[in-house]
Nanobody, 124 residues
Framework: QVQLVESGGGLVQSGGSLRLSCAAS????????MAWFRQAPGKERELVAA????????TYADSVKTRFTISREIAKNTAYLQMNVLKTEDTAVYYC?????????????????WGQGTQVIVSS
């Protein structure tokens, strides 16, 4: 049974930084894609960033590409999202998601596994 467990959310002031972690278990993730989505109140869930565990390819939403960095630690089956220069509009619940191949999709429905989410609040 695959499990994704996020951690690292919290309250931070505008301009600050946070690092989210997603620890995966339950299968071999070496050929998987792991992604971070976020959902703000009243808005649709959107892709923030994704990474291929096999070759490290990454993709980002335009709104975060100069501020956020996604990475992975293969030995720990863990994906990270380093978030710098946070803005109030980054406030959302952040979800870790995964699928069993190295393809990137921006549609949440194309991801098989999901974590429970971690809240990020950026205050002004």
């Amino acid at each position: 049974q695959v499990q994704l467990v996020e951690s690292g959310g919290g309250l931070v002031q505008s301009g600050g930084s946070l690092r989210l972690s997603c620890a995966a278990s339950g299968r071999d993730f070496s050929t998987s894609t792991m992604a971070w989505f976020r959902q703000a109140p009243g808005k649709e869930r959107e892709l923030v960033a994704a990474i291929s565990f096999s070759d490290g390819r990454v993709t980002y939403a335009d709104s975060v590409k100069t501020r956020f960095t996604i990475s992975r630690e293969i030995a720990k089956n863990t994906a990270y999202l380093q978030m710098n220069v946070l803005k109030t509009e980054d406030t959302a619940v952040y979800y870790c998601a995964g699928r069993g191949d190295n393809l990137f999709y921006r549609v949440p429905e194309f991801y098989t596994w999901w974590g429970q989410g971690t809240q990020v609040i950026v205050s002004s």
